[in-house]
């Protein structure tokens, strides 16, 4: 045999060569002799691993789409807010949107700046409160809102009822 071809043949051909089972992508970690592979495919239980293995591509597949759609989300209205040019900025960021929050069985009135967040919004409730130390989530038709991001996302108009 030239000397060229030997790796080739190790690599290729040579019976005596430790190979990994072809179903190693999808979970099966037997190694043996290239000889005895046929041996091992004709008794193991490929399928069920594959089928394990397709499954849990899916759900990796669902958790990145809802991540997608989610950072997508985010950077459309990120996109929105950075859109303003800086003179119209700086007077959006003082503008005023009144809404009223439902705390402890009262309403109270809060003037928001359309670059608070959710976060903002929370933590000036919780001091004009008194609520230090408790966790305050804040909903808006039944849905909550996310401390980062920002209030103008949720597209509450002005006068609408938060509740806590």
Aim: proline share 4%.
């Amino acid at each position: 045999m030239v000397r060229a071809s030997i790796a080739a043949h190790v690599d290729l051909e040579c019976p005596h060569t430790p190979i990994s089972c072809p179903w190693h992508t999808v979970g099966c970690s037997f190694q043996t002799a290239r000889m005895h592979m046929g041996q091992h495919l004709a008794l193991s239980g490929h399928l069920e691993l594959a089928t394990t293995f397709a499954e849990q591509q899916q759900h990796t597949i669902e958790s990145l789409r809802a991540h997608n759609a989610a950072l997508q989300s985010h950077l459309k209205h990120l996109q929105q807010k950075s859109s303003v040019d800086d003179a119209s900025s700086s007077s959006a960021s003082s503008s005023k949107h009144q809404i009223f929050i439902k705390v402890r069985d009262r309403n109270m009135a809060y003037a928001t700046r359309l670059d608070d967040t959710v976060h903002d919004i929370k933590s000036a409730i919780m001091e004009k409160c008194d609520l230090n130390g408790y966790v305050l989530f804040l909903y808006y038709a039944g849905k909550p809102l996310q401390d980062h991001l920002p209030f103008l996302c949720y597209n509450v108009p002005t006068g609408a009822t938060l509740s806590t």
